[in-house]
């Protein structure tokens, strides 16, 4: 396999891993099995649904400064200190839960980001159902464009990320700044920036 006068073992230093099953993956991954499975069946994979977004828009804001899989290894005990992330069941939290979650080691101890989760609930709540879905999927891209051969070529901010921000701080939400708006678009799926070579390429859209 040749991408662009690249040797594929050429490729797979620098951009592609193959792992122990022998899947070239992207470089990303690691070995690390949690990372592993993430990228094999959530990474890039479309996702609907108000609560479903609402939980990874969460969890992308708790990352903010953080690295993703510090999240995935927290991410079950945030969703039993979260109520499933059901917006209802969070939007109803008070200062007690506030400071219960802050004493809780299993998740991220973040004040203002525990504060911005509830807030988004609320606000949330006030929209009909399917609106939320329906506003951040509004701002995919074209699912046609050029899928990228290098990290190089996978930007951390784009024109789409930086829409769905603003328009997300218009309605009051928080920890939605354009950059994890992007990697918000990358983790449900509204953009596949799985690399040439990805064994995930066969799977999505080219």
């Known amino acids: 396999m040749r991408v662009r006068g690249a040797s594929y073992a050429e490729r797979v230093s620098?951009?592609?891993?193959?792992?122990?099953?022998?899947r070239p993956r992207c470089g990303w991954v690691?070995?690390?099995?949690?990372?592993?499975?993430?990228?094999?069946?959530?990474?890039?994979?479309?996702?609907?649904?108000?609560?479903?977004?609402?939980?990874?828009?969460?969890?992308?804001?708790?990352q903010a400064g953080l690295s993703w899989i510090t999240i995935l290894r927290k991410r079950p005990r945030f969703r039993?200190?979260?109520?499933?992330?059901?917006?209802?069941?969070?939007?109803?939290?008070?200062?007690?839960?506030v400071e219960r979650l802050m004493t809780d080691a299993g998740i991220i101890r973040n004040r203002a980001k525990i504060h911005a989760t509830i807030s988004n609930a609320r606000l949330l709540l006030g929209m009909a159902p399917g609106d939320l879905?329906?506003?951040?999927?509004?701002?995919?891209?074209?699912?046609?464009?050029?899928?990228p051969d290098s990290f190089a070529e996978v930007p951390a901010v784009t024109a789409e990320s930086q829409a769905m921000s603003t328009a997300l701080r218009k309605r009051g939400f928080r920890f939605v700044g354009p950059t994890t708006m992007y990697a918000l678009m990358q983790s449900t799926g509204m953009v596949d920036d799985h690399v040439s070579?990805?064994?995930?390429?066969?799977?999505?859209?080219p």
């Open 80 to 97: 039993e200190v979260f109520e499933g992330f059901e917006p209802e069941a969070v939007a109803a939290f008070g200062e007690d839960d």
């Open 133 to 147: 879905d329906a506003l951040l999927w509004s701002f995919a891209p074209d699912p046609g464009r050029q899928r």
């Open 30 to 62: 690691g070995e690390d099995a949690e990372y592993i499975r993430y990228h094999d069946e959530e990474w890039g994979v479309p996702l609907h649904g108000d609560r479903a977004l609402f939980e990874k828009m969460s969890l992308e804001g708790f």
């Open 197 to 205: 070579g990805c064994w995930r390429t066969a799977m999505l859209t």
């Open 14 to 22: 620098a951009d592609v891993r193959v792992g122990a099953d022998g």
